[in-house]
């Protein structure tokens, strides 16, 4: 059974960085697609970004395009999101997610699934 911990979040400040991880078990992760989704206090959780298996293809929503890059490391069966240039409106609990098909900039979490914990970012001064 594939199950996904996500690990790395915290308090960061305005414009500053961190980067968050998402360990998989139970399964050979390069056989999936991976996608990061956000979730804000009184929000619906979104997509963030997402990586096709062999790191062939990646999306980032608008939002953060250019300030996160997600990379994966088949060989520690991990999937990272290093986010930079933080604002508070990217306060949040991070979760990672498996699909079996690269999914590019349709972020239906019912396409997803082997949802982690989540990991929660905050970012104020």
């Known amino acids: 059974?594939?199950?996904?911990?996500?690990?790395?979040?915290?308090?960061?400040q305005p414009g500053g960085s961190l980067r968050i991880s998402c360990a998989a078990s139970g399964f050979t992760l390069d056989r999936i697609a991976v996608g990061w989704f956000r979730q804000a206090p009184g929000q619906e959780r979104e997509g963030v970004a997402c990586i096709s298996r062999g790191s062939t293809?990646?999306?980032?929503?608008s939002s953060v395009k250019g300030r996160?890059?997600?990379?994966?490391?088949?060989?520690?069966?991990?999937?990272y999101?290093?986010?930079?240039?933080?604002?508070?409106?990217?306060?949040a609990v991070y979760f990672c997610a498996a699909s079996p098909y690269y999914r590019g900039s349709s972020y239906n979490i019912n396409e997803y699934n082997n949802w982690g914990q989540?990991?929660?970012?905050?970012?104020?001064?």
């Open 57 to 61: 293809f990646m999306h980032y929503v």
């Open 1 to 12: 059974q594939l199950q996904f911990v996500e690990s790395g979040g915290g308090l960061v």
């Open 118 to 125: 989540g990991t929660q970012v905050t970012v104020s001064s």
């Open 81 to 91: 999101l290093q986010m930079n240039s933080l604002k508070p409106e990217d306060t």
């Open 68 to 79: 996160f890059t997600i990379s994966r490391d088949n060989a520690k069966n991990t999937v």
